[in-house]
């Protein structure tokens, strides 16, 4: 008993020096992840001078047996100063994901362990007992004064899928400029694979991402289609509704949502080939109605 005790006594006194250590290599890795975010900047500069989108994004995809994967690179108008505080808040990502017309529902709720909770369900009304709920730990991974790390994670969504992870990480590039990087990613089984491969087959047949694999003898191009179609859309909605809630903190507060969902709309259809679902009275009637429900 004497030895435990002696040995707990050291332990206690061994505590603030090892939290401190801690707190050291967290920013030290903080510190390197900024440098490697910095150096992608360096290496995408020409793709976000030049491309599809005419503006400074990069977007990529992958699939695997298991999943799909969606990444964003992008320079937002935006200073760092103002995008880091609100978007390490994890009310900030319920308004974010909110701009989605699949998404009928978002609250977020605890403080020392945030968590979303959010329903996803079809493009148009639907009740929110006939849609799928969706429960995403919150976790800020790393925050510095030029740089932010988070995730978003959830076991189970819709469609048979799950291990959902979205994970966004950000750097200023001058006063009035910050990089970031947006991934969105989700597995599936059989199940949830035959359930895409249905949804496909119907509804979203015909659909298309924004990776040009071919082109015709007129030069029109040819977009990737199936479930790598699938999460580009998805990546790239989300990433429009990160930069939209940004732009609308510029407004009021009580005009900061209609802000954004008009904001949002407008983006989209930008690339009405692969992101058009809805007209905008609809949409905006739609996502004004489903806001009063969350209060």
């Not at 992840?33 to 503006?55: D, I, M, P, Y």
């Not at 400029?177 to 119907?202: C, E, P, S, W």
């Not at 507060?253 to 983006?267: E, G, M, V, Y």
Request: charged share 20%; net charge positive; hydrophobic share 40%.
């Amino acid at each position: 008993m004497a030895a435990f005790v002696v040995a707990a006594r050291r332990i206690l006194q061994l505590l603030p020096g090892l939290a401190v250590f801690a707190l050291l290599g967290a920013t030290a890795n903080a510190e390197a992840s900024a440098v490697t975010l910095r150096a992608k900047h360096a290496e995408l500069r020409e793709a976000l001078a030049a491309n599809q989108f005419r503006s400074p994004l990069h977007l990529v995809s992958s699939e695997s047996t298991s999943g799909v994967s969606g990444e964003i690179y992008a320079v937002i108008g935006q200073p760092f100063s103002a995008a880091a505080p609100a978007l390490e808040k994890a009310a900030t990502w319920c308004e974010i994901l909110f701009l989605h017309q699949n998404t009928k529902f978002c609250r977020a709720d605890g403080a020392q362990n945030p968590r979303l909770n959010v329903v996803i369900g079809k493009k148009h009304d639907q009740p929110l007992e006939e849609a799928f709920r969706v429960d995403f730990g919150f976790h800020v991974v790393a925050r510095t004064h030029d740089y932010l790390q988070l995730s978003l994670n959830a076991d189970k969504g819709p469609l048979s899928t799950s291990n959902y992870r979205i994970t966004f990480e950000a750097v200023p590039l001058d006063a009035a400029r910050t990089f970031i990087h947006f991934n969105y990613a989700y597995d599936y089984g059989l199940a949830g694979k035959l359930a895409m491969q249905v949804y496909l087959g119907t509804a979203g047949a015909g659909k298309v991402g924004f990776t040009v694999v071919s082109k015709q003898p007129d030069g029109t191009p040819e977009y990737i289609g199936g479930l790598r179609g699938v999460v580009e859309r998805n990546t790239m909605r989300y990433y429009l509704a990160i930069e939209s809630h940004l732009g609308a903190l510029s407004a009021p507060p009580q005009a900061r949502i209609d802000r954004s969902l008009r904001d949002w709309f407008a983006a989209t259809e930008r690339y009405p080939r692969q992101l058009h679902e809805l007209g905008r009275t609809e949409y905006l009637e739609m996502k004004r109605r489903e806001y009063r429900r969350q209060s």
